[in-house]
C-alpha cells in the first residue's frame, strides 16, 4: 500500500475533513499519521512569503528575488529562458520550506484593461500554453510545485467572483481552454487553481463543463484541483465534481458541520470524500519526500532575474538607429521611474525585492556624465517640475524619458478603466520635446498604453514590469550591451475603443458577453483590417534578418516545415521566427492566420541557419459545437512565416485531406453549398435523372441570371419536396445516402 493510501485509512473523520480546506488542513496537527503541512506560497514572479501566518499585510513579505512579471518574459518567447525561470523560483522556494508556488497564469488577455495582465502571457492561446508548459517544468524540476491558474475564463477583475461570462462553446475551447490544455497535459503541475467567476452560469470550482467534464474526464488530470481564495461556492457538488481543496474558507467548525451534513443526508459519501482527499493527500507525501535545499545564491538570482528582463524587453521603435547609446553621448535620463523603478504588479503576486536596480543609477555606470531630473512623481507633477527637467533635458543631447503607469494602476482586484499614460507625464514629455526633440521613452508598464505622441519620439522601449534588476537590464539594452530581442506577446492597438470586446468589457451588471468569440487579438485586428500601434509578434533589433527558402513537406501526419534565416546586420542577436497557418476556412468561420509554432534564435552577424519546424494535426482543430469534438478541415492552408504577424516574409500552401469531409449534406443544406463546397453537380443531375422538376432547380443554378440562378441555389430537399412531386420521402433518403457517401 502506498504511504498515501496507509494515511487515508488511518485518518478520523475529522482529520479527514480538515484535508477539504487549506487552511483547516495548514493549522490541524497532522503528526500522529507522519505527516507535515504542506506550505502554499504565491508566485507567479517571485515568492511572496509571509513573515507571519494569518498576518494582514499581505506586502509584509520576506525580501526574495523579484523576477519580471509574466507580462514581461512572455515577450521573450524563449522556452528555454521560462523554463529557467521556473528552476530558479523552484529552487528559491525550496529554500523557503514552500511546497507549491501559486502560478503560473494562463488567463488570456481579453481586453488590455484586465488588471492583471501583468501576471499573464498572451492574447494567444498557443503562445501562452508553450511558455506555460515550460515554467512548470523548469519549477517542478526543482521538487517545487506548480499551480496553474485560474482555471478558466478570469479575464477581468471587475466583479470577479461573481460574473457570469457567456462564453460559447468553441471560443471556449480553442482560446481560453487551449491555454491551460499543454501545460496541465504535458506539465502536470502539482494543482490546478480554480477561477472566481462563472462560465455560461457555472462557477469554476464547481462546475459540470470546465471542472468536471473537461479538467477531469477528458484532459484526464489526476493532481490536486484548488478554490482561489474564498472562492468555494456548493461545497458538495465541487466535492463529486473533482474539487479537492478550498483555499481559505469557512472556520474548522463550520466546514466539520457542513461535510457530517452531507455524510447524513447521503449527498456525499465516504467514497467520495476520500476520493476527493486522496489527491492532496498524494500531494503532501510527494512534496515531504523532496529533500530540501538549505539555501540558493541571491546574487545569482538576481543577476538571471536581470538577464530574462534583458531577453524580454521590446524595442518599439528606433529611428535612424538612435540606440544603442555611446558611454561618451550626453545624456538626460527623466522621469520619477527612473530613480523609482516600476517593477512589478499589485496583490497576490507583489514580491519583497531581494537588491533593486535603478534605471539611473545604472546609467550612470556606463555613462558617467548622465544628468537626472525627476519630472513627475507616478501621476503626479507641478511646472516646477517640469520646468526642472526641461532645463536638464536642454542641456543634454540625448533624452532618456522614463514613463509608465504607477502602481495603483494595475493590481489584482480592479481592471484599469482606460489605456492612457498618466496626463502629467505626458504634458512632461511635450515640455521636453520643445526643448530636445532627440528623445527615447522607456515605458513602464504591465500592459499596453495608447501612445499619441509616438510618432514625435525617436525611440520606445518597452521595459514592462521588469522586475528587481530592472534598471540594469534597462541600460544594458539602451546601451548595446545587449541586443533587444523582446517581441510583443499582444498587439497594442491604438485606443482602447479598437479592441475586440470594447462593446464587452467588463460587461453589464452581473454578466459578460464574449461576443467577439474566437476573435480575441491579432485574430481581431486582422479579419477587421484594422491598422494596429504595433502588432502581435513584433519587435525591432539592432541587427536585421532575412528570411528565405521556405520548403513545406507531408510527411505522413506531420508538416515539416524549414526556412533559412540570415543576420543581415553587424552585430550578433536573437530573432523570433514566428510560423502562423491560414486555415481553408470552408465550413467554418476562421482568423485569417493563427500562431502555430515560433523559435527564438541567435546567429551571429552574417550567420544563417536552417530553421525547422513540425506542425501536427492538432495545429489545425477546429473545435466542431455540432459534435462536441475538435476536426480538422481538408483543404489548403496557408503556411506563414514571419518576425511578425503583421511581417510575414515568406509564404507557401499545403493540402491537408481529412478522410471525412465536413459535414453531412442534409435536407436542410441548399443546392449551392451541393454544388460549391461538396462537389455535387454531377452527382444530383444523375440522381435527378428521373426528376425533371428538381432538374429544372438544379439547371436554374447554373443561370447568369442572378435572380433565376437563386431560384435554384436557394432549394434544398427539404423545399424541393414540397414542389416536386415526383420526389418521395424514400427518394431523398436514398438520394441524402448517396450523397453522403465517402470514397
Ligand atoms: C488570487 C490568487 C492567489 C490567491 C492567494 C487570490 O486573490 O486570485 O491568484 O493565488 O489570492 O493569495
Not at 466539520?256 to 451534513?261: L, S
Amino acid at each position: 500500500m502506498s504511504r498515501a493510501e496507509d494515511i487515508l485509512e488511518k485518518l478520523t473523520l475529522r482529520d479527514k475533513i480538515s484535508f477539504i480546506s487549506q487552511m483547516v488542513m495548514e493549522r490541524a496537527d497532522l503528526s500522529e499519521y507522519g505527516m507535515k503541512n504542506f506550505l502554499l506560497a504565491d508566485g507567479p514572479s517571485g515568492i511572496r512569503m509571509m513573515k507571519e501566518t494569518d498576518q494582514e499585510d499581505i506586502y509584509d513579505t520576506l525580501p526574495l528575488t523579484c523576477y519580471p512579471s509574466a507580462s514581461t518574459y512572455a515577450s521573450s518567447w524563449d522556452r528555454e529562458l521560462v523554463w529557467n525561470i521556473g528552476q530558479h523560483l523552484g529552487r528559491e522556494a525550496q529554500t523557503q520550506n514552500v511546497s507549491v508556488l501559486l502560478g503560473p497564469g494562463c488567463n488570456i488577455k481579453r481586453s488590455p484593461l484586465g488588471g492583471r495582465n501583468f501576471e499573464y502571457y498572451s492574447e494567444d492561446p498557443v503562445l501562452t500554453a508553450e511558455l506555460a508548459t515550460e515554467y512548470i517544468k523548469g519549477l517542478q524540476k526543482e521538487d517545487t510545485g506548480a499551480c496553474i491558474k485560474h482555471f478558466a475564463g478570469n479575464n477581468q477583475e471587475t466583479r470577479r467572483m461573481t460574473i457570469n461570462e457567456k462564453i460559447d462553446e468553441r471560443t471556449l475551447h480553442e482560446i481560453y481552454l487551449r491555454a491551460f490544455e499543454k501545460p496541465i497535459k504535458e506539465g502536470s503541475p502539482y494543482m490546478v487553481m480554480t477561477a472566481y467567476n462563472r462560465i455560461n452560469g457555472e462557477y469554476g470550482a464547481e462546475s459540470n463543463v470546465t471542472l468536471r467534464d473537461i479538467l477531469r474526464k477528458e484532459w484526464g488530470y489526476k493532481g490536486c484541483v484548488v478554490t482561489d481564495c474564498f472562492g468555494a461556492h456548493d461545497l458538495n457538488k465541487a466535492l463529486i465534481n473533482g474539487l479537492n481543496l478550498q483555499m481559505a474558507g469557512e472556520s474548522p467548525e463550520r466546514l466539520e458541520e457542513e461535510i457530517t451534513e452531507m455524510l447524513q443526508k447521503g449527498t456525499l459519501s465516504i467514497e467520495q470524500l476520500d476520493q476527493a482527499i486522496r489527491p492532496t493527500i498524494e500531494m503532501a507525501v510527494r512534496c515531504e519526500e523532496v529533500s530540501r535545499k538549505e539555501s540558493y545564491d541571491p546574487e545569482e538570482h538576481h543577476n538571471f532575474a536581470r538577464k530574462a528582463a534583458e531577453e524580454s524587453m521590446v524595442l518599439l521603435k528606433n529611428k535612424d538607429d538612435f540606440l544603442p547609446l555611446n558611454a561618451e553621448d550626453s545624456i538626460a535620463v527623466i522621469g520619477g521611474m527612473g530613480k523609482n523603478l516600476r517593477f512589478q504588479g499589485g496583490g497576490s503576486s507583489h514580491v519583497n525585492p531581494y537588491r533593486l536596480e535603478q534605471v539611473y543609477e545604472s546609467i550612470v555606470k556606463l555613462c558617467p556624465q548622465a544628468i537626472y531630473a525627476e519630472g513627475y512623481t507616478d501621476d503626479i507633477s507641478s511646472g516646477e517640475m517640469i520646468e526642472e527637467a526641461a532645463v536638464v533635458a536642454e542641456k543634454c543631447d540625448k533624452v532618456i524619458l522614463c514613463m509608465g503607469l504607477p502602481e495603483i494602476y494595475e493590481s489584482e482586484g480592479y481592471d484599469r478603466v482606460h489605456m492612457k499614460l498618466p496626463q502629467c507625464q505626458e504634458e512632461l514629455l511635450q515640455r521636453i520635446l520643445e526643448v530636445n526633440k532627440n528623445v527615447a521613452v522607456v515605458l513602464f508598464n504591465g500592459a499596453p498604453v495608447e501612445m499619441p505622441w509616438e510618432e514625435q519620439v525617436s525611440a520606445v522601449l518597452e521595459a514592462y514590469l521588469p522586475g528587481e534588476a530592472g534598471g540594469g537590464a534597462v541600460a544594458n539594452v539602451l546601451f548595446g550591451k545587449v541586443n533587444p530581442s523582446g517581441r510583443l506577446a499582444e498587439t497594442f492597438p491604438f485606443k482602447i475603443s479598437d479592441t475586440p470586446c470594447y462593446l464587452n468589457f467588463p460587461g453589464r451588471w452581473n454578466e459578460v458577453t464574449y461576443a467577439e468569440g474566437i476573435y480575441v487579438g491579432y485574430r481581431y485586428y486582422d479579419k477587421k483590417e484594422m491598422p494596429v500601434r504595433y502588432p502581435f509578434g513584433y519587435g525591432l533589433s539592432y541587427t536585421t534578418f532575412q528570411y528565405s527558402n521556405l520548403q513545406i513537406i507531408k510527411k505522413d501526419k506531420e508538416i515539416q516545415v524549414s526556412l533559412e534565416l540570415k543576420n543581415t546586420g553587424n552585430r550578433g542577436g536573437k530573432e523570433v521566427v514566428q510560423l502562423y497557418i491560414g486555415k481553408p476556412g470552408k465550413w467554418f468561420e476562421c482568423p485569417i492566420q493563427e500562431l502555430a509554432d515560433f523559435q527564438k534564435i541567435w546567429l551571429d552577424a552574417g550567420e544563417t541557419k536552417q530553421i525547422k519546424f513540425i506542425l501536427k494535426k492538432d495545429s489545425f482543430g477546429i473545435y466542431d459545437t455540432d459534435i462536441h469534438e475538435w476536426v480538422v478541415e481538408s483543404g489548403t492552408y496557408r503556411i506563414l512565416a514571419g518576425s511578425s504577424s503583421r511581417n510575414i516574409s515568406l509564404e507557401g500552401q499545403v493540402e491537408w485531406t481529412e478522410p471525412k469531409e465536413y459535414p453531412d449534406i442534409t435536407e436542410h443544406t441548399n443546392l449551392e453549398d451541393m454544388i460549391r463546397l461538396f462537389g455535387k453537380e454531377q452527382q444530383l443531375r444523375e440522381l435527378f435523372k428521373d426528376n425533371p422538376v428538381s432538374l429544372g432547380f438544379l439547371e436554374r443554378c447554373m443561370s447568369e441570371d442572378p435572380l433565376t440562378q437563386s431560384m435554384g441555389t436557394l432549394m434544398s430537399f427539404h423545399t424541393l419536396r414540397r414542389i416536386d412531386n415526383k420526389l418521395t420521402e424514400e427518394d431523398i433518403q436514398r438520394m441524402l445516402k448517396e450523397l453522403n457517401q465517402r470514397s
